[in-house]
């Protein structure tokens, strides 16, 4: 099969990784890629929107199979894109349709559709300008700290939590009446805050049954124990330590299994990865939001724990024997810590040359913002490497890693040398 794969982080470059490994690939693409992905398929210099680019790509290099690393081309509806045209509609798209993706691109239709299926996630109402002085009712009605969510993709920067109730209207009145997150904020939620210990699950579904994959906590915060700004993920580990088997059965009672049977009922067409964002309040399970795709760092530490063939159980997905697949999991754990630019998550500079990545013992390193400038390898974004490792246990994997980091250089290197602190 020829594969096409869309996007361009390190999550691509582990997919790239991964798929490559299983005999039924044969040539394999990544638009656009990064200087990772060049070293294991052909890279197309081609955006993950541009669905003209794509398709005529799919065409003429006999694409069977597209896998959508990121939320974009999936809320702009690339699914129902492929489906609806005859020259494309024969080739699977991992990834859910448009009204599917729906659940990562709109905070209220997500909200929403929990409500609906009774599972459990934080109080909440939504509010539009029109509705304003509802909203400030509400807050009122709250106790601090207030989380407020824009309604839309914001780049992962469209929930605020903020401490005190003067804050919380006053941004309540910029998201709005001053559109401070564009159009996303045009209806903002405004939800109860959870106070907890934050995990992911991830699950592939063929949209009637699923399995799960293995569990994961991520490093969103620039600084060392968990401070500063938000970033899209510093670091991540696998599985998760507190998760025993009976908080996972209840995650999958209450949580996993209503949101398929929901979206099948609901007749929503979702196939490929979906990423349930919990946190652990007491003992129980509630979700925060859903991702229609993998998470980066997060893929970083799922994928390489996944010993069967991912490219088999992806083309189940389409032919009708997803669900006799099997999927073996190592029992190691995984570690990864991302490089990043200094500066970043605010301004950085990009095009700086990297060394000493390439034999880096232990681990593996999977490229995220990198780009080839002849032979020479630079930075091409804030997030640079993530270097994943296995250990016996996360201790090991995260020493693994961490040995790996100090050896790999740039100029502005930066990365959290606390991964896994609260564990
Ligand atoms: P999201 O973009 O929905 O992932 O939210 C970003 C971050 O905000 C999450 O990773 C949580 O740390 C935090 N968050 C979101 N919703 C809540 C909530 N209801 N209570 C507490 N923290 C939250
Ligand atoms: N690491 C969080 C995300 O991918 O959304």
Known sequence: MNILILGSGGREHTLAWKIAQSSSCNKLFVAPGNAGTSLIGQ?????????????????????????????????????????????????????????????????SFAKEFMQRNNIPTAKYRSFTKETILDGYDFLKSLNGPYVLK???????????????????????????????????????????FLDGIELS??????????????????????GEGDTGLNTGGMGAV?????????????????????????????????????????????SEPKVIEYNVRMGDPETEVVIPRIKSDLLNLLKGIDDGTFSEKDLNISEDAAATVMLVSKGYPEKYTKGVAITNFENCEGSIVFHAGTKLDGDITKTNGGRVMAITSFGKNIEQALARSYVNAVQINFKGKNYRKDIGFDL
């Open 43 to 107: 890279n197309i210099n081609i955006a993950a929107t541009d669905f003209k680019s794509i398709k005529e790509l799919a065409i003429s290099e006999e694409i069977s199979m597209v896998i959508v690393g990121p939320e974009d081309p999936l809320v702009k509806g690339i699914f129902d894109f492929f489906q609806s045209d005859e020259k494309l509609k024969h080739i699977s798209v991992i990834g859910p349709s448009k009204q599917g993706a729906k659940l990562e691109g709109s905070k």
């Open 238 to 282: 696998s599985p998760v330590p507190f998760i025993d088997r009976f908080f996972m059965e209840k995650i999958e009672q209450e949580i996993i299994k209503p949101s398929i049977e929901g979206l099948k009922k609901e007749s929503i067409n979702y196939q490929g990865f979906l990423f349930i964002g919990l946190i652990k309040v007491g």
């Open 201 to 222: 699950v991830f699950v592939i579904t063929n949209g009637e049954s699923y399995k799960i994959l293995p569990s994961a906590k991520d490093y969103k915060r620039i």
């Open 150 to 192: 824009a309604d839309g993709l914001a780049a992962g920067k469209g929930v605020l939590i903020l401490n005190t109730l003067k804050e919380a209207k006053q941004e309540l009145e910029l998201m709005l009446l001053e559109s401070k997150f564009g159009k996303a904020s045009s209806t903002v939620v405004i939800e109860e």
